[in-house]
C-alpha cells in the first residue's frame, strides 16, 4: 500500500517534485493529477488547494525546471551568449526530457519561460538588432533547440530499443541504390547526424551566421 503523506506536510513544491517525478517514469501522456494524489497518498481534491487544474501543476512543473537555467553571461560576446542560453536549455531537456513535452504543449505560459525569453531578448536588442528581429530570431532559435532536442531525445530512445533499432537499420538496407541514391550514399553520415553536441552547434552556427550584426 502506498505510504500517505504525513498530516499538515503537503505542499506546492512537494507535489511539484512527485509530479516530476512521475512525468520522468511515465512520461506526460500518462501523467494526471489522480495519479499524483495516489503517489503521494492523498485524495485527489487535496491537491485543489494548491493547483486548480492539471495545466496549473503543468507550469508549475514547467517552471520550477526552467528556473535551473543559468543566467546569461555577460562577459562574451551577443553570440557566445546566444549559445550560451541554447546550449543550457538544450542540456536541461537532455536531463529532464520531459521537458521537451511541456514546452512543446504549453510553450507561452509560465513565469520562467519568460525570465528565458527575456534573457535571450535582452542580448539581441544589446546587440542592436531592431524589435522585429530580435522577437523573430528568438522564436527561431526558441523552436530550433526545442525540435532538435526531441529528434534527438527520440532518436536516443530508439537505440535503447533493439526492437525499433532493427526496424529502422532494416529500412535503411532495403532502400533502393537506384530510386533512392544519394540517400544510399549518404546513410553513414545521416546515422552521426542525429544527434549530439557537434550536431547541435552545427546547426546553432548555421543560424547565427544568417544573421547580420546590426550596424
Request: with cysteine; hydrophobic share 40%; proline share 6%.
Amino acid at each position: 500500500m502506498m505510504a500517505r503523506t504525513p498530516r499538515n506536510t503537503l505542499s506546492a513544491e512537494l507535489i511539484v517534485r512527485t509530479a516530476l517525478e512521475l512525468m520522468e517514469a511515465k512520461g506526460t501522456e500518462q501523467f494526471s493529477l489522480r495519479g499524483v494524489a495516489a503517489e503521494l497518498g492523498v485524495g485527489p481534491m487535496a491537491l485543489y488547494t494548491y493547483f486548480r487544474n492539471k495545466d496549473e501543476l503543468y507550469d508549475a512543473v514547467r517552471d520550477h525546471l526552467m528556473g535551473l537555467l543559468p543566467d546569461v553571461p555577460r562577459d562574451v560576446p551577443w553570440p557566445d551568449q546566444v549559445r550560451a542560453v541554447c546550449g543550457s536549455l538544450r542540456i536541461l531537456m537532455l536531463q529532464h526530457p520531459c521537458l521537451a513535452q511541456v514546452l512543446a504543449s504549453r510553450p507561452l505560459a509560465g513565469h520562467e519561460t519568460a525570465r528565458v525569453a527575456e534573457g535571450l531578448l535582452g542580448v539581441l536588442r544589446s546587440a542592436g538588432f531592431d524589435p522585429e528581429t530580435a522577437a523573430r530570431t528568438h522564436t527561431t532559435l526558441f523552436t530550433y533547440v526545442l525540435g532538435a532536442v526531441t529528434w534527438e531525445i527520440q532518436m536516443a530512445a530508439e537505440r535503447r530499443d533493439p526492437e525499433a533499432w532493427r526496424r529502422l537499420r532494416t529500412t535503411m538496407e532495403s532502400l533502393s541504390a537506384r530510386e533512392f541514391p544519394t540517400v544510399v550514399e549518404l546513410a553513414p553520415e545521416l546515422a552521426r547526424t542525429t544527434g549530439g553536441d557537434e550536431q547541435f552547434d552545427y546547426g546553432l552556427d548555421l543560424l547565427l551566421a544568417g544573421l547580420r550584426t546590426p550596424s
